[in-house]
């Protein structure tokens, strides 16, 4: 693959029927909170956005993966053109569209945010990361910190000037936040000496802004063990004075940076902090001891953006992938497979190519879907806030679900669904000459960071269905069987609904299941099945929104009127939904099935019986 070459393709009239028709934000744009918004607008956003990955970061996600970052007299170098692809970001506003007018930004709603995410993750999710992490981290500060500190420090993390990581993993603790063993000391003064070692910090350091604004978990002397004793301080790599001038350094200094199977154009650092005993952070907001809670704001944030990395990376693979399968011609037609006399065909004609290729597009559409009605969600609950209380909680509460749902099946569909395309295109699919190889790569992360994807089943199944006393689970459920009750006496959708409404079924039951295991000291069996369960529901979910965008496609090849390439469309998306229901949803009786027998294979098995000592 050549460095330069541009191989990112999307489908603009996808993400405009997500956003406009199935979702139908036009009924929220024009009206507080987001009354300069309207579907114009936000159509010329995601025109922009699309010609900015194409033009600008496409032609450096290769180049980037095989250069790769190095360190030079202690700081990171990035690869070639990821400095100007910043400057040009920036410059362009992508990054400051969710951001509050109260701080600089233009306040879109969060369902055209993710849909430029996807563009520009999607175009190289490596240089994405740099300024998504800045924004996470600015955001924090600005809902967690003081005044001072949003003006101080997130103002520059928002407009580019500063970057901006987040810090809490550590050697020999790994998920295991708890233990951490990183130090802060009362100097007296309102800072705190910072002292330990962070481990796979992205975006840890680089050469794209002038200052790195790090949020480090921390435990104060005396503060109590385990996660309930962290607090969260901002350490910038430079020191700033009280006029919010870049000074010397605070002894934040890059010990190494990994050498990966992917996303290679970031920075994965190891970062000692306080080396010399020379390292000061202070305290986001005013209390100790609030670090946990403080930080999942900006995780669950970084989740929701791993989950657009995943859809980003698979839709990306799948354009491609249908690009190359309607070039490639290789053997007859299957109605002439054994006559070596007809012309050979492009391989989209042959059924299993036809397969893989449905397979990646109704995974990617109902993932995107998935998203977009979750950041919808959040859409309608700021809307609604103080006008409908109880409506706004509501959508909040969704939020709230979905969240690992989003993470966890888009990124294991995104490492799954790169697969599929390199066996689309067969050998060639396997050679750096073709992208997909690369999009397999970046993709394996997505499933491990962030709270890898077991500790989003258990997060989901552990504490999200029992939120609101189960109320969102229920409300949840109660919205899919509305749409069952709606739907299932369609003529073409009918079948497929009521796969749907068997599958919602299966997903209660199994709910009821681990309820009854949380209540007779089954933990290691929730332990065994929470991944299960939550692509379970994942199943159910983009099953839904699937079927959901079909019916919306029927009513409008009903309407007719429209043209040949429109017809395609709204017809591919009914053919995704069926297959999907045809394929997927039976997956979860299965599922349930499996959860009711109880196995606990895995628990009984000696240590020793898994390997010879």
């Known amino acids: 693959m050549a460095a330069g070459l541009n191989w990112y393709k999307a489908d603009l009239r996808e993400l405009s029927f997500v956003l406009l028709e199935q979702f139908r934000l036009g009924e929220l744009l024009g009206k507080a909170p987001y009354d300069v918004w309207g579907e114009d607008e936000a ?12 033009e600008v970061l496409g032609p450096l996600n290769a180049s980037g993966d095989r250069e790769g970052c190095r360190i030079e007299g202690g700081q990171v170098r990035t690869p070639k053109g990821f400095g100007d692809a910043w400057k040009q970001l920036y410059e362009n506003g992508f990054k400051a569209l969710g951001v509050s007018t109260d701080h600089g930004g233009q306040g879109a709603p969060q369902a055209l945010v993710v849909l430029v995410e996807e563009l520009l993750s ?3 999710p490596a240089f994405n990361m740099y300024p998504g992490l800045a924004f996470g981290a600015a955001e924090t500060i600005v809902e967690c910190g003081t005044p001072e500190q949003a003006r101080r420090y997130a103002v520059k993390m928002l407009d580019g000037t500063w970057g901006g990581t987040m810090c809490l993993t550590e050697p020999h603790a790994g998920s295991d936040v708890g233990s951490a063993k990183t130090s802060a000391k009362r100097l007296g003064n309102g800072k705190y000496a910072i002292k330990g070692t962070k481990v796979f910090i992205s975006g840890g350091d680089h ?8 949020l ?61 005993d020379a390292c000061e952070g202070e305290l986001v907001g005013t209390v100790e001891n609030l670090g946990m809670s403080q930080m999942f704001r900006m995780m669950n944030g970084a989740r929701i953006a791993v989950g657009i990395q995943g859809l980003a990376t698979a839709a990306a693979a799948y354009q491609n992938a249908v690009d190359y399968a309607r070039d490639r011609k290789q053997g007859p037609h299957y109605t ?68 690992p749902l989003v993470k966890s099946f888009a990124s294991d569909e995104a490492f799954r669904l790169a697969g599929v395309a390199i066996q689309v295109y067969g050998g060639a699919g396997y050679l750096k000459d073709h992208p997909v190889e690369q999009y397999a790569r970046d993709a394996k992360i997505y499933s491990i960071y962030e709270g890898t994807n077991h500790i989003q089943a258990m997060d ?154």
């Open 207 to 214: 050469d794209l802004a002038e200052n790195i604004v790090h």
């Open 122 to 124: 999607g175009a190289n």
């Open 460 to 613: 989901l199944v552990g504490r999200k269905m029992g939120q609101a006393g189960g109320a969102n689970f229920q409300a949840f459920l109660q919205d899919v069987a509305g749409f069952v009750e709606a739907h299932r006496g369609d003529a073409t959708l009918g079948k497929a609904v009521e796969l749907l409404a068997a599958g919602q079924e299966a997903l209660m039951s199994s709910a009821m299941t681990l309820l009854g295991w949380s209540q007779a000291n089954g933990l290691g069996l929730i332990g065994l099945s929470a991944n299960r369960f939550l692509t379970m529901m994942s199943q159910v979910a983009v099953g839904w929104v699937l079927l959901d965008a079909a019916a919306v496609s029927q009513k409008a090849l009903a309407a007719g009127g429209l043209s040949a390439q429109d017809k395609a469309f709204y017809t591919g998306k009914v053919q995704s939904a069926l297959w999907f229901s045809r394929n997927l949803l039976p997956q979860v009786e299965a599922s349930a099935r499996s959860i009711a027998t109880e196995d606990a294979s895995p628990l009984e098995i000696p240590d020793a019986a898994f390997g010879t000592l």
């Open 43 to 54: 159509k010329a956003v995601l025109d922009a956005a699309y010609r900015f990955a194409r």
């Open 216 to 276: 480090v978990l921390a435990r104060v002397d005396g503060a109590p063990p385990g996660t309930k004793g962290l607090s969260l301080f901002i350490v910038p790599k430079k020191r700033i004075d009280a006029s919010g001038k870049v000074g010397a350094s605070n002894d934040v200094a890059v010990a190494s940076i990994e050498h990966k199977m992917g996303i290679n154009g970031s920075a994965t650092a190891v970062l000692n902090f306080g080396e010399n």
């Open 336 to 403: 002439h497979w054994k006559d070596p006399t007809v012309p050979r065909v492009p391989i989209i004609e042959h059924p299993d190519v036809r397969r893989m290729l449905l397979d990646l597009k109704s995974h990617t559409e109902g993932i995107r879907a998935l998203i977009v009605k979750l950041a919808w969600h959040g859409d309608q609950s700021r809307a609604l806030a103080g006008k409908d209380d109880e409506k706004a909680s509501y959508h909040k509460g969704q939020v709230d679900l979905l969240t």
